[in-house]
T-cell receptor, first 113, second 108 residues
Framework: DGGITQSPKYLFRKEGQNVTLSCEQNLNHDAMYWYRQDPGQGLRLIYYSQIVNDFQKGDIAEGYSVSREKKESFPLTVTSAQKNPTAFYLC????????????FGQGTRLTVV | KNEVEQSPQNLTAQEGEFITINCSYSVGISALHWLQQHPGGGIVSLFMLSSGKKKHGRLIATINIQEKHSSLHITASHPRDSAVYICAVKTSYDKVIFGPGTSLSVIP
């Protein structure tokens, strides 16, 4: 079955540590996205990638980094520079130009203590 | 003021009731998307609209481009419809903006 897999579903980290969230898709989509979701707010775009080896900052990229070495994978690293990292993180993918019709993963809930 | 707003923020309904969730936006758009977020967090696509009306099963989505407003209707609501419903717009300058979501709880 085609889809997007995010892992882990729940992640706990100590303050000051970097942490990497995994996102893998087998939909053969060129574009992949990372969003952050906070209570009472709409999803906000962190980073996106339209093609392998290329990615762009979204609206809230500070404190995050990504890589796109393979079409199927778009890992997100939450660095110690991110002031409020505790949130729900969603990965999505789509064909180029059909951005709104994205397929979403199940999300990773990151808690920094 | 947010560019995409939804109302109500929270909604509780009895099973069988007709439900309406509203989305209004203040930017020019090329398309509007209704999404459903399950309690576990995963998101699925319901509809993408650029005009008129779409129906799928018990779900109906309408959009009025002139009034910058869309509605999502659920007929004969069921507890399994309990979820967060999110409106997202693709703007004329190719950015996607998400609404804050409407949390729906359908009680048996």
């Amino acid at each position: 079955d085609g889809g997007i897999t995010q892992s882990p579903k729940y992640l706990f980290r100590k303050e000051g540590q970097n942490v990497t969230l995994s996102c893998e898709q087998n939909l053969n989509h060129d574009a992949m996205y990372w969003y952050r979701q906070d209570p009472g707010q709409g999803l906000r775009l962190i980073y996106y990638s339209q093609i392998v080896n290329d990615f762009q900052k979204g609206d809230i990229a500070e404190g995050y980094s990504v890589s796109r070495e393979k079409k199927e994978s778009f890992p997100l690293t939450v660095t110690s520079a991110q002031k409020n990292p505790t949130a729900f993180y969603l990965c999505a993918s789509s064909m180029p130009g059909l951005y709104v019709e994205a397929f979403f993963g199940q999300g990773t809930r990151l808690t920094v203590v | 003021k947010n560019e995409v707003e939804q109302s109500p923020q929270n909604l509780t309904a009895q099973e069988g009731e007709f439900i309406t969730i509203n989305c209004s936006y203040s930017v020019g758009i090329s398309a509007l998307h209704w999404l459903q977020q399950h309690p576990g967090g995963g998101i699925v696509s319901l509809f993408m609209l650029s005009s008129g009306k779409k129906k799928h099963g018990r779900l109906i989505a309408t959009i009025n481009i002139q009034e910058k407003h869309s509605s999502l209707h659920i007929t004969a609501s069921h507890p399994r419809d309990s979820a967060v419903y999110i409106c997202a717009v693709k703007t004329s300058y190719d950015k996607v903006i998400f609404g804050p979501g409407t949390s729906l709880s359908v009680i048996p």
